[in-house]
T-cell receptor, first 116, second 110 residues
Framework: EAQVTQNPRYLITVTGKKLTVTCSQNMNHEYMSWYRQDPGLGLRQIYYSMNVEVTDKGDVPEGYKVSRKEKRNFPLILESPSPNQTSLYFC???????????????FGEGSRLTVL | LAKTTQPISMDSYEGQEVNITCSHNNIATNDYITWYQQFPSQGPRFIIQGYKTKVTNEVASLFIPADRKSSTLSLPRVSLSDTAVYYCLVVIYNTDKLIFGTGTRLQVFP
């Protein structure tokens, strides 16, 4: 089944404790991206990757890192989480992102992160 | 600064047509506009995508005027299962960054 898988789905952690949210897609998609969703602010792009070894900042990249060593995986790293990073996170992928179209983005189920 | 705005909420009844508009300034000249649907506790799901004029698929239509400063998602004959939050998605001018609209919560009543 074609899907985007995120782990963990739920996590409660403490300030400063490094964590990684994994994202994996099985559709051979080139484009992958991360978003956070907060009440009243909607979905905001954190980072995106056009292809392997190519990553770029989205709208709200501060406090996050990403890597794209393999096509299928795009982990989101919080080196030193803070309470303002408490949010619902979504990973998404699409076949490609050319100059004219995002293509159809396929989203994961979300990862709810709480930083105390 | 790119900004996309949508009505916060809309109410409708089963069988009616619903039109949700997204206003977007400073979007990429040549990029598509896309709409997504989101149910609680799920990731957004693609509905429709267009560049200009009108696009129609089996679930919705999308109207984009010539100036591309707005777009309207049209849902014909909504049902209770269409109760969800709807987002437009655009590309910021001169970048590859994506920006979602503020989201419209549609409530469909029997």
């Amino acid at each position: 089944e074609a899907q985007v898988t995120q782990n963990p789905r739920y996590l409660i952690t403490v300030t400063g404790k490094k964590l990684t949210v994994t994202c994996s897609q099985n559709m051979n998609h080139e484009y992958m991206s991360w978003y956070r969703q907060d009440p009243g602010l909607g979905l905001r792009q954190i980072y995106y990757s056009m292809n392997v070894e190519v990553t770029d900042k989205g709208d709200v990249p501060e406090g996050y890192k990403v890597s794209r060593k393999e096509k299928r995986n795009f982990p989101l790293i919080l080196e030193s989480p803070s309470p303002n990073q408490t949010s619902l996170y979504f990973c998404a992928s699409s076949l490609s992102r050319d100059r004219f179209s995002t293509g159809e983005l396929f989203f994961g189920e979300g990862s709810r992160l709480t930083v105390l | 600064l790119a900004k996309t705005t949508q009505p916060i909420s809309m109410d409708s009844y089963e069988g009616q047509e619903v039109n949700i508009t997204c206003s977007h300034n400073n979007i990429a000249t040549n990029d598509y506009i896309t709409w997504y649907q989101q149910f609680p506790s799920q990731g957004p799901r693609f509905i429709i995508q267009g560049y200009k004029t009108k696009v129609t698929n089996e679930v919705a239509s999308l109207f984009i005027p010539a100036d591309r400063k707005s777009s309207t998602l049209s849902l014909p004959r909504v049902s209770l299962s269409d109760t969800a939050v709807y987002y437009c998605l655009v590309v910021i001018y001169n970048t590859d960054k994506l920006i979602f609209g503020t989201g419209t919560r549609l409530q469909v009543f029997p």
